[in-house]
């Protein structure tokens, strides 16, 4: 079945460093591959997304790669701050009867340190 | 521009005994999803509707789970009887249309944290 994997599960970074954060999913059919950011205790909420048809995109700090070949895709944080702690989670979309549907990843928790 | 509403926040209940959920998607998404959130993992969809017809309800356990859309835009959830491993964070979201050609952000409720004693 459709599966999206994700790593590392946590990830530890001191203030102003970069962080990359990996997935690769098992549908070649997914055309669609949100990031979402869950802070504790709260509702997940998009923080960027990529096409199938674009390779790269980037918003300020932080960027996203698809390699459609490989079946991969990474999220990328420069600069990182303190309130960017926070558990990531990657999807991937494949259609279902016509749909698109979300398969997530199982998070990655990232803790920036001062 | 209000955001997809979820009624209870929080629950507690003993194994066996029933449960439901409410949601209110964001007016005009067409497509209502719910996910369950079990600590530690990522959403799982458990049933997807476009209007009021279900689309995918392939992970749904449908020996207990049931979900429902009457109008095509509130939904609410029911787990009857609820077995401990149904503790978990139950998530709404909604999208305005969910097919190839639409957009397909998907908007996230608070969520209810359900807990089977």
């Known amino acids: 079945g459709e599966n999206v994997e994700q790593h590392p599960s946590t990830l530890s970074v001191q203030e102003g460093d970069s962080a990359v954060i990996k997935c690769t999913y098992s549908?070649?059919?997914?055309?669609?591959f949100p990031w979402y950011k869950q802070e504790l205790g709260k509702r997940p909420q998009l923080i960027i997304d990529i096409r199938s048809n674009v390779g790269e995109k980037k918003d300020q700090r932080i960027a996203v790669t698809l390699n459609k070949t490989a079946k991969h895709f990474s999220l990328h944080i420069t600069e990182t701050q303190p309130e960017d702690s926070a558990v990531y989670f990657c999807?991937?979309?494949?259609?279902?009867?016509?749909?698109?549907?979300?398969?997530f990843g199982a998070g990655t928790r990232l803790a920036v340190h001062p | 521009e209000a955001g997809v509403a979820q009624s209870p926040r929080y629950k507690i209940i003993e194994k066996r005994q029933s449960v439901a959920f409410w949601c209110n998607p964001i007016?005009?998404?067409?497509?209502l999803y719910w996910y369950q959130q079990i600590l530690g993992q990522g959403p799982k969809l458990l049933i997807q509707?476009?209007?009021?017809?279900?689309?995918?309800d392939s992970q749904l356990p449908k020996d207990r789970f049931s979900a429902e859309r009457l109008k095509g835009v509130d939904s609410t959830l029911k787990i009857q009887p609820a077995k401990l491993e149904d503790s978990a964070v139950y998530l709404c979201?909604?999208?305005?249309?969910?097919?190839?050609?639409?957009?397909?952000?998907?908007?996230f409720g608070p969520g209810t944290r359900l807990t089977v004693l």
């Open positions: 999807a991937a979309s494949p259609l279902s009867g016509g749909y698109n549907k979300l398969i």
């Open positions: 509707f476009q209007n009021n017809g279900v689309v995918d």
């Open positions: 007016s005009g998404h067409a497509t």
């Open positions: 549908d070649s059919a997914s055309n669609y």
């Open positions: 979201a909604s999208s305005l249309k969910g097919g190839l050609a639409g957009n397909n952000e998907q908007f």
